[in-house]
């Protein structure tokens, strides 16, 4: 079970990827709470930090915005 929750483990630049951003935005938006991470540690000077792969699907779902198209 432990390695089917590792292997949805992503970095940040990993996530920085998938949402076209710079990896210290998504380390940002994660300090703040917008993006829903896990803190395996923290040390005095680098917390790690690593974000589920569905988390960041659902992101994307539920922020998905149907396009409209003019009929003419």
């Known amino acids: 079970m432990t390695g089917q929750i590792a292997s949805r483990l992503l970095t940040a630049e990993e996530v920085a990827q998938i949402l076209r951003l710079k990896p ?4 940002e ?3 703040v ?3 829903p991470c896990v803190r395996l540690w923290k ?3 680098k917390t790690l930090v690593r974000f589920l792969a569905e988390d ?3 992101i994307i779902r539920e922020r ?3 396009t409209t198209r003019n009929k003419e």
């Open 43 to 45: 040390g005095r000077r």
């Open 29 to 31: 938006a994660a300090s």
């Open 64 to 66: 998905t915005v149907p």
């Open 33 to 35: 709470g917008r993006i």
């Open 56 to 58: 960041i699907d659902r």
């Open 24 to 27: 210290a935005t998504v380390y």
